[in-house]
């Protein structure tokens, strides 16, 4: 979402417990704590389609039937079931990827008709999407029930002094919402709302470059859906206030855990695979690279940024796959970076200041 909470995190606490441990140990010791996170991103598989659906909301069609679709959404902050499923599908082809939504919902309702406005003060559903996976530069799609559409573009996390681009919009955008019920009637009970979206390839390249389709490789993606308690008057809804006037907190829902209700913090994001098999053709992909580690790098540097007295340290150390890992903070041309190689990969990862995750030791003036 466009607004978030910025208080202190569960996670964050764990782990300025953790970092007590470390700054004592040194990676020779053995008595370190095993590198862990307690909401490990999920991992969904995109499949290739030969036949492009009607981008209608209809989730019966013969293109959609063969995929299955992803775990329920689950509360924002951890496991608990929200009080209405979700889930969604997905798949591409060489010109598109796709996307679809079924939201359960008595009430289905929506007063938000022009774009780019903030459609989160509506139920809606968010798609977030970084491409190259080092939490700049990335996209953001919601809609209502209206099938009013917000698209904005992100160049960093608002924790890193980020601004969201409204005028951006992704061009050949296609989107539909059908439903199991009525549109604003408050008489009835509904029993669900569908959201179906096309997005080119090609109206993503301010977030991805090179214009590459991911075939055969991951994009850092999550869902979120927030739901609003409401209000009936003169039969139209609202959303709901207390006895203060204040609006009723909303409900937040995503696919993959983000641990906070924030989902600008895109580290935390899901792994969407986009196989190069089609639909029908399950298979097994393989699992992203180091993720428990870079979680682990990122838990760390979150500590530090929401630390008011940002002293730096000069080492973190901790067990990956019963092999000792070193977390140096190094300042590099006056830039400040957490720098971390892979056992197992043999990859270096380090995070800049602004959160930026650069792989390889990448050049650090870009």
């Given amino acids: 979402m466009y607004l978030m909470g910025r208080s202190l995190s569960k ?28 909401f490990l991103p999920k ?46 599908k997905m798949m591409w082809d060489q010109d598109h990827l796709y996307f679809l939504a079924k939201l359960e919902e008595p009430h289905i309702w929506g007063n938000l008709k022009q774009r780019d406005t903030i459609i989160f003060y509506n139920n809606d559903i968010e798609l977030f999407i970084d491409p190259d996976g080092d939490t700049h530069d990335y996209m953001e799609v919601e809609m209502n029930a209206l099938n009013t559409v917000w698209d904005l573009f992100l160049d960093r996390p608002y924790r890193n002094g980020g601004s969201a681009d409204n005028r951006w ?55 979120s859906r927030v739901h609003w308690d409401h209000d009936i008057s ?76 940002k002293k730096s340290s000069s080492e973190q150390c901790a067990p990956l796959f019963d092999k000792d890992t070193a977390l140096a903070m190094k300042k590099i041309n006056g830039e400040l970076y957490w720098m971390a190689t892979s056992p197992n990969t043999k990859i270096t990862y380090s995070i800049r200041s602004d959160g930026k995750l650069i792989t390889d030791k990448a050049s650090k003036t870009e």
């Fill in 11 to 38: 996670d964050t606490a764990r782990v300025l417990l953790i970092i007590l441990v470390f700054t004592s140990l040194g990676c020779s010791t053995k008595k370190t704590v095993e590198i862990s996170a307690k």
């Fill in 43 to 88: 991992n969904y598989v995109a499949y290739q389609t030969k036949t492009a659906p009607t981008i209608d909301g209809d989730f019966e069609e013969a293109a959609w039937t063969a995929i299955e679709w992803s775990a329920d959404f689950i509360d924002i902050e951890g496991v608990k079931t929200p009080k209405y499923k979700t889930q969604l």
């Fill in 169 to 223: 919009n992704i061009q050949g955008l296609k989107t539909a919402v059908a439903f199991n019920g009525s549109l604003n009637n408050p008489i009835d009970i509904d029993k669900y709302w569908t959201v179906e979206i096309a997005i080119p390839w090609a109206g993503l390249t301010k977030g991805n470059p090179s214009g590459k389709i991911p075939v055969n490789d991951f994009w850092r993606m999550n869902f």
């Fill in 234 to 309: 003169n039969g139209k809804y609202s959303r709901k206030k207390d006895s203060s006037g204040n609006f009723v907190r909303e409900y937040n829902w995503v696919w993959s855990s983000q641990g906070v209700i924030n989902m600008h913090q895109p580290e935390k994001w899901g792994y969407v695979y986009f196989a190069e098999t089609l639909e029908g053709q399950k298979i097994t992909p393989p699992q992203p690279k180091d993720v428990e580690l870079i979680q682990w790098m990122y838990c760390n540097y979150r500590v530090w940024l929401e630390t008011s007295n």
